[in-house]
């Protein structure tokens, strides 16, 4: 993304003017995320640090956060404690939290030495979360308010607090037992009348999310409920943290992501792509290749057994390559719909037979629309001598008595009928396979889709050489 | 989901017993959405009716929104005018919008016809903003202000006016000639002090989005910026609407769904999953199966070319179907992380040659480790028997001179060096492939990745024939 506010050159030029008036302008008219990828290419250190010294704290703290990780580095190599522990300072426990996931040991130990004492324990504690919980993912740093107050006197109460705090817009309310009774809305708040207490306008029809929950879920219950803020309770009930749309926004996104990488048969990085060192990415794909050449075994051993049938009709070789594509690509089309669905919980594995006959009936129709075409096409392709029938001895030899035409349409409605059965089992594979592992409560995206292919595979050669037999028994040879 | 609170059982017995205490109470403890799923499975739509009938309007508003699209259309034939009406007062445009695109044409007019005077005109402004642009998610209800009033001025503003808008969490500033100058976060408001002027407190590094432009591109800017909404604005860069987060997370995850289909080779349903009819279905599926069919034919045909040297030597048969897999996959990973990464703006068509670069290695690394494993793996198949490599005449007369060693492993060799090449070739096409496709300004999603298969099929098969062409020159016929 470019914004032509802003660039490495002007910045670096404006440092060098020291024109600190034009500098402390540009952070308030440009977004900080551009200001920090400009800041990223920096020819020296130096700079950033010009910036850090010349610019409010309250706009350093958000550029530091944008940084890349190598910036950061280089930042905290460069500065004093004092200076550090200034930046710490404005940052929520989050963001630090954030911060030192992408740091070397030594710094995060610097880091942590120089974030004020108070946090220190919020952010230990959030660090020690397994990633991709909602733990990992939520902020300490919320709003209360106590259920008696009146809505003037929760203004006030908001006006006092609220700005060290993630967000003011959803606020979770308490009773004196400090349990979590309902959660107010800024909005709400504004409209009510000052002597209105707050439990008579708060929302009483809240959803929480336990600390250990998947992101995942946490994301699903935020869209569903069309939530601002969650609450974030521990496994004694009690509330430990809030998690906000915006980080939600990341989650979705990065879950997709990691959706499709598996379900490509690449396993999840932990770091995006451009941040993942080329031996890690080799790591990521190469043992499901492995995997799946050893799964392949299967279809090569059939071909094997088969080989005599082969060498004596051989035009029933090319025809391989197709009908292990359109398997392939059918089986894909259908697990690909079939993870999604159970990802974005439009259904579930308990409506497996109502989506199977859904399928089974795509399947059929799909399966007719290319077999007709199949037929069509594959004649077309014999007479014009793109696939050869004829000029082979032994096909000629076995062939001999029969018109070519007829001999030419048996062979074709041989591969379009494999082709019609092949994308009913593939439909077939595609909704079950995934349906079972999620009914298992395993993540249905580890059904990638070369898996599915791999089985419709076999399938399809058995269908393909079993009519071949059956068709050809006068002319093939005995298994 | 499942809400303990709540059953379409215990609401229609509720109903039955016209418990109408209980029923108002249900609306204040559970999510509308639960409701409303409990709901759309009612026997008999009175019963949704009586719910309408005694619940506040600014519940059932929301529940209305809620429905799904069979109830709606239930509820609205069984409704009078004047209660239709009483719901549609209550509800924001965009959602009325919503509610429309979901019902039949008779049932369109009665619900225009019914919506108050003042906000037709801007449902019909929103109906008519071609699907997936910022146009046809956005809102028309914000909220403006004018730069010169004082923060207490603007909070009673807010108060007066806030109730009918979308949100009142971002706020748009305007100058007295209407201009957009700023805006506004509440929370910011909330924090200043009472006579401080708006121009001193809003934002000014705020982002837009034109009408015309994409949702996706929109999402991409809100995630960017952290935005909880973003202003809309027209061709003559007036403001005309709001973009609200909830909106972007719908956004989001509907454009990684399509990503996924497309990259299954599945035309992006206008409909979800559920709500797509088979027959339709069927028709996004099989399109692409045959054009990839026909893409095919360049594989066939050099099967076809080859046949000679497969009849005389099988053993090169059934490693083809290995070969195809391996650079699929190989393939289909590198495509999904190249879309996925331009989808989320990770990268972009510009940086190719440093991607390419990358993929090169990566594609390096794999296909070593791959062919490693793979040369011992075939040789082991052959070991065992599981490829059959003697028992054949053809092969045992034309290998006799060779001791069987020798034979079996340049035969792995051969096929090991091929799945090398091939990956090589996948991650090449993979990654060249989506990036020319996004240079042009199209969805890199079209490159779905049985297109690459496709593709790495035909050379990966060359470089197999070929090669063992070359060692083999001796067994082999002419071609």
Chains 1, 2 share one sequence.
Do not use: H
Not at 52 to 66: C, M, N, Q
Not at 177 to 198: H, P, Y
Not at 340 to 355: M, N, S, T
């Amino acid at each position: 993304m470019e914004n032509e506010l802003i660039s490495t050159e002007k910045l670096e030029q404006l440092i060098k003017e020291k024109n600190v008036k034009e500098i402390r302008k540009i952070f308030e008219v440009v977004p900080t995320i551009d200001i920090a990828e400009a800041c990223d290419d920096f020819e020296d250190i130096s700079y950033l640090i010009f910036i850090f010294k010349i610019v409010k704290s309250e706009y350093t703290a958000d550029l530091f956060t944008e940084l890349s990780s190598e910036s950061k580095e280089d930042l905290i190599l460069a500065m004093s404690d004092a200076e550090l522990a200034k930046i710490l300072e404005s940052q929520f426990a989050d963001d630090i939290v954030d911060d030192l996931e992408d740091l070397p040991a030594n710094l995060v130990t610097r880091v942590l030495k120089n974030v004020p004492k108070e946090r220190r324990e919020s952010i230990n504690r959030l660090l020690n979360y397994k990633d991709n919980t909602a733990g990992s993912i939520m902020t300490t740093e919320f709003l209360t308010l106590l259920d008696n107050l009146s809505a003037d006197e929760a203004i006030n109460m908001i006006r006092k607090e609220g700005k060290t705090k993630e967000t003011i817009y959803t606020i979770f309310v308490i009773d004196n037992r400090r349990n979590l009774v309902g959660t107010l809305d800024l909005d709400d708040l504004i409209f009510a009348n000052g002597d209105e207490k707050i439990s008579d306008i708060m929302n009483m029809d809240y959803v929480t999310t336990n600390v250990m929950d998947d992101q995942e879920e946490v994301a699903n219950l935020m869209k569903r409920y069309d939530l601002n803020a969650i609450a974030v309770l521990n496994n004694e009930n009690r509330l430990i943290g809030l998690i906000t749309v915006d980080d939600i926004v990341d989650v979705i996104e990065q879950e997709a992501t990691e959706d499709m990488s598996k379900m490509a048969g690449v396993a999840p990085l932990e770091n995006s792509y451009l941040e993942t060192k080329t031996l890690k990415m080799a790591l990521k794909c190469a043992p499901w290749l492995m995997i799946l050449l050893i799964l392949g075994t299967f279809s090569s051993m059939i071909l094997s057994k088969f080989e005599n049938a082969l060498s004596a009709l051989p035009i029933l070789v090319p025809f391989v390559t197709v009908l292990m594509d359109t398997g392939g690509n059918a089986g894909g089309q259908t697990t690909t719909l079939i993870v999604r669905g159970l990802a974005v919980q439009e259904f579930e594995p308990r409506d497996y037979l109502k989506i199977l006959w859904k399928e089974l009936r795509v399947a059929f129709l799909t399966g007719l629309m290319v077999c007709i075409f199949s037929t069509i096409w594959f004649l077309g392709e014999m007479y014009l001598n793109i696939i050869s029938f004829d000029g082979y001895e032994i096909a000629n030899e076995v062939l001999s008595g029969w018109p070519l035409f007829l001999a030419r349409l048996e062979i074709a409605l041989l591969v379009s009928t494999t082709l019609f059965l092949g994308i009913i089992v593939a439909k077939f594979v595609g909704t079950s396979l995934p349906m079972l592992v999620a009914s298992l409560k395993k993540d249905p995206a580890l059904i990638s889709s070369p898996f599915v292919t791999t089985i419709v595979d076999v399938c399809s050669l058995l269908i393909y050489l079993g009519f071949a037999y059956i068709l050809f028994s006068n002319i093939l040879p005995a298994l």
